[in-house]
């Protein structure tokens, strides 16, 4: 199982970004697709996350700047990030998760570096 995150960089603050996270190895839409962050000396939190049935969860912070998307067909999951500071600066990571009776199936991609910065 891969997942593969691409789309970061170093961009000024009011500045957009779209990363992108391809699945191999899994079926993506049978799973609930994320993403996290990890900014130095700070636990890892969760972003977005969007479900099977295509109901999505952001966290305060990003709210109405981030918008986390799907495409079954494509196996790949997306985040749109607009309107950015530098307080978004961190390590993005892609997550797959599914629960199937008493066993978790949970897959983490290896991070794509978000630098916010003017």
């Known amino acids: 199982v891969q997942l593969q995150a691409s789309g970061g960089g170093l961009v000024q603050p009011g500045g957009s970004l779209r990363l992108s996270c391809a699945a191999s190895?899994?079926?993506?839409?049978?799973?609930?697709m994320g993403w996290y962050r990890q900014a130095p000396g700070k636990q890892r939190e969760l972003v977005a996350v969007?479900?099977?049935?295509?109901?999505?969860n952001y966290t305060d912070s990003v709210k109405g700047r981030f918008f986390i998307s799907r495409d079954n067909a494509e196996n790949a999951v997306y985040l749109q990030m607009n309107s950015l500071k530098p307080e978004d600066t961190a390590v993005y990571y892609c997550?797959?998760?599914?629960?199937?009776?008493?066993?978790?199936?949970?897959?983490w991609g290896q991070g794509t570096q978000v630098t916010v910065s003017s």
């Open positions: 190895g899994i079926i993506s839409s049978i799973y609930d």
């Open positions: 969007i479900t099977i049935s295509g109901s999505t």
């Open positions: 997550n797959a998760d599914r629960v199937v009776g008493v066993l978790r199936l949970d897959y």
